[in-house]
């Protein structure tokens, strides 16, 4: 929590007026037994009506006194927890945006999910409850032995000798319980995962009658789960019943030397009922300071696993360099990338240039590192080994929008959000006019798409549910093109087109992106034989490199798979 302390900036005067109108209710309580003292001894005691009235009254005033303090606590408490939080989650937000994809891959998708919510949650809850709990319940606790203290020493010593008993308790189950909390939290993201890759992947789960064994696996996890959480409860629970234990053994000793010193006058009825309502404020203090340890622990362990992601920093650094122009083209020298945790490099010694305007074409089997290799252009990944140039710069010293502005990418899987088709054109470029977002709809082959569902005001549920994925393929196309990129990438986004349509897009594109350096990876030679280069990728590396005529009279591996997908089009199309 002291890590991300920072994030109170702003809310100082919440943070210190709610603890402090906190206190002040506990000290109008702490007034409360002497008021009844008072009333016992010298209103009901010697039947004075008018005494009695008049310390009723004084009772409702500091009662009514002490709503208006917790009222107000309560407001500066939950601003200042709920702006602190706001700031925290907006911050984490904006942190794991600049993440590259290898700390992405490393972290997980679900694990960033929970701490944007669940951990973030507790953390609120944490701080509410410490503003308005932390010094309050401590200083009641203390504030009523210093007043049983005033009221008579001796029996004042037994809530000497069982309040430090009570902290020994409380703050030995809280140790016992941060790390167990920390490991509940730890299985809870297993489960989250484990639930987002089923919801994520039910159509596969239900094609192979899956589903019972996802449901045990599911269900083991849960268990796992289920059994740290009650181990953690178990714990927990010991709080309250050892703390009444104590609270009610003294109380039962305090009762009986109260009651032998009033048999002795030593001390009056309204004295021992005024130190019975102190052990009585101790333990209902007690009991909130235990919850509030417990709350504490969860928010510590959440606060934990946020600040470890705000810890990740990226492996990345960038320039400051604009990419105005192209120039001397894209150029790959010895380049090599092996994941994070991988065995082996996905690519190896990859070297090749592509010139201004130039059609680049990749081509390989499934796993040959294709989307590998293009992902290092717009710097989702670091090169491992060798050097990548753009416009005769290495593609580090670019700023990491000077670089990404310049590239407009398609990948493989068509993600669309909710919202209008407009909407979604604009994520491409904010300033574009309906006639521009048209002009790349038209050469996406996407014009019917438009036309059929009603104008760029057509509604697009999330993920595009509402379309066909051919649909989805060209208007994430048009998406790219709306942003008149420098260097367009197409990662085998024609996958759902028919062959007609996507030989229509390929010339379409070539026609209207002549000064665009242009990608286009793909498994079907068709779709890149008309490039101006072709990079062959065999198991990570550049088998050949060249036109599709040079390939087929140099590379066997080339020629195999075009003259197995044309025979296999011949077919289909008699």
């Keep these: 929590m002291k890590k991300l302390a920072k994030f109170l900036k702003g809310y100082i005067p919440e943070t210190i007026l709610g603890p402090l109108f ?9 007034i409360v037994p002497l008021v009844i003292a008072g009333l016992i001894d010298n209103g009901i005691g010697k039947s004075d009506k008018p005494y009695i009235i008049k310390m009723c009254l004084l009772l409702v005033l500091l009662g009514a006194v002490g709503l208006a303090f917790s009222v107000t ?3 500066f408490a939950a601003k200042a927890s709920c702006g602190f ?5 907006y911050s984490l937000f904006e942190h794991i945006q600049t993440l590259s994809y290898t700390e992405l891959d490393t972290i997980g998708t679900s694990t960033l999910i929970t701490r944007m919510t669940n951990d973030s949650n507790q953390v609120q809850t944490g701080l509410n409850l410490t503003l308005r709990l932390l010094l309050r319940s401590p200083f009641v606790v203390f504030g009523a032995m210093i007043m049983a203290f005033t009221i008579d020493v001796k029996s004042a010593l037994t809530f000497a000798v069982v309040i430090p008993l009570l902290c020994v308790v409380v703050f030995g189950i809280m140790l016992a319980s941060i790390p167990l909390y920390k490991k509940v939290q730890s299985r809870l993201d297993g489960v989250l995962g484990k639930t987002r890759e089923n919801l994520h992947g039910v159509r596969v789960i239900r094609a192979f009658c899956q589903e019972d064994e996802q449901i045990e696996e599911f269900e083991r996890r849960n268990e796992a789960l289920t059994d740290m959480q009650k ?3 178990k714990i927990s629970a010991l709080m309250n019943p050892i703390t009444y234990i104590l609270i009610n053994v003294a109380t039962l000793v305090l009762i009986y030397t109260g009651a032998v010193q009033v048999k002795h006058g030593s001390l009056t009825q309204g004295e021992v009922v005024a130190l019975y309502n102190y052990m009585a404020q101790i333990l209902v ?6 919850n509030l340890i417990i709350s504490i622990t969860k928010a510590l362990a959440s606060a934990g696993r946020i600040q470890s992601v705000f810890e990740t920093s990226s492996t990345m650094t960038y320039g400051d360099a604009e990419l105005s122009d192209l120039g001397d083209g894209i150029v790959f020298d010895g380049v090599s990338l092996r994941y994070s945790g991988a065995a082996e490099a996905s ?12 059609t680049i074409g990749i081509i390989g089997g499934t796993g040959s590192g294709k989307s590998s290799l293009i992902n290092l252009i717009p710097r989702f990944y670091d090169a491992t080994e060798g050097k990548i140039l753009i416009g ?3 593609i580090s010293e670019y700023s990491k929008d000077g670089l990404r502005e310049a590239i407009g990418i398609v990948p493989q899987k068509a993600v669309l959000f909710s919202g209008t088709i407009r909407e979604n054109m604009l994520w491409g470029n904010g300033n574009a006019t ?12 996407g014009a019917s798409i438009v036309a059929d569902k009603g104008g760029l005001d057509a509604h697009i549920e999330q993920g595009g549910k509402n379309l066909s994925g051919g649909q989805r393929q060209r208007l994430t196309i048009a998406r790219a093109l709306v942003k008149k990129p420098k260097i367009l990438i197409l990662d085998d986004s024609a996958s759902a087109l028919d062959y007609a349509t996507d030989a229509t897009l390929r010339s379409s594109i070539a026609k209207n992106t002549e000064d665009t350096t242009v990608f286009i990876v793909s498994q079907r030679a068709s779709s890149i034989m008309h490039a101006d280069k072709i990079i062959l990728l065999d198991d990570g590396e550049a088998a050949a490199i060249g036109t599709h005529e040079e390939l087929l009279a140099t590379s066997d591996i080339y020629r195999e798979i075009y003259e197995t997908q044309f025979g296999r089009e011949e077919d289909e199309n008699e």
Excluded: C, H, P
């Design 434 to 445: 309906d006639e521009e977002i048209m002009r790349a709809i038209e050469i996406a082959q």
């Design 392 to 394: 005769g710069k290495r």
């Design 285 to 290: 203090e007690l009991v909130k300071m235990a």
């Design 73 to 75: 606590a309560q407001y």
């Design 347 to 358: 690519v190896q010694n990859i070297s090749f240039t592509a010139k201004k305007g130039e």
């Design 85 to 89: 939080v706001s700031k925290m989650r």
């Design 22 to 30: 906190k206190l002040l209710e506990a000290s109008l309580e702490l």
């Design 231 to 233: 181990f953690v409860g």
